[in-house]
Every structure is written in C-alpha cells, then in structure tokens.
Nanobody, 125 residues
Framework: QVHLVQSGGGLVQAGGSLRLSCAAS????????IAWFRQVPGMDREGFSC???????YYADSVKGRFTISRDNAKNTVYLQMNSLKPEDTAVYYC???????????????????WGRGTQVTVSS
C-alpha cells in the first residue's frame, strides 16, 4: 500500500523558515515526480514546487528564490525548505506523487495519484 507521510509545518513569524518532509512507503520516491501543493480556504489547490523523475526542479514565481525542493533517496523522503516566509504563504501544504508521467512536472492536481494528508503552515505578520 502506498502512503505519503508528511511532517513539519506549524506557526512561524514572517521572514522565518520551516522545513516540510514527505516520506514515502510502499514505493520508491525517486522513480516519480513529486510536487508540493498548497491550499487556502475557498481557493483551488495550487502547485508551486516539483521535482521531476529526472531530478529537475520547478518553482512557481510566488516561491522562486525562497523555497527549495530536495530529495533524500536513502530516506525515501522529499523535503521542502521554505525561507523568507510571508503571511501570504499561509496555507495547508500537501505533497503528491505523479506515478505515471515520464518527464517534467505538472501543476495540475489531477495528474497526481497519491497525496499526503496535508500540514498547516501559518505565517504571522
């Protein structure tokens, strides 16, 4: 059975940092594209960071230069390092695995078959 288990998140002041983790069980993460999405109440889930099967990384403009996605294949875990956090980064954050795409990354949530449960990130001003 495939699981993505998230950890990290919480409350931080603006300008601070947090690291989110996404650990996989039941499959090997490095065989698939892994993305991070976030969602605020009343809004669609937004994809903003992705690591492709080939190891290429992609970022939305809203987080570029502040967030970094990385993999630790030995731990079967993907990380999201978030620096210079802003109040507008407040959301529930999800990791997701695309088990089918061969190349690149998608920002469309329907492309992802497996999802973590989500973790709250709150940035106070």
């Amino acid at each position: 059975q495939v699981h993505l288990v998230q950890s990290g998140g919480g409350l931080v002041q603006a300008g601070g940092s947090l690291r989110l983790s996404c650990a996989a069980s039941g499959f090997t993460l490095d065989s698939f594209a892994i993305a991070w999405f976030r969602q605020v109440p009343g809004m669609d889930r937004e994809g903003f960071s992705c690591s492709s099967r080939q190891g290429d990384t992609y970022y939305a403009d809203s987080v570029k230069g502040r967030f970094t996605i990385s993999r630790d294949n030995a731990k079967n875990t993907v990380y999201l390092q978030m620096n210079s956090l802003k109040p507008e980064d407040t959301a529930v954050y999800y990791c997701a695995a695309d088990l089918e795409s061969e190349t690149g990354c998608s920002w469309e949530d329907y492309e992802y078959e497996d999802w973590g449960r989500g973790t709250q990130v709150t940035v106070s001003s």
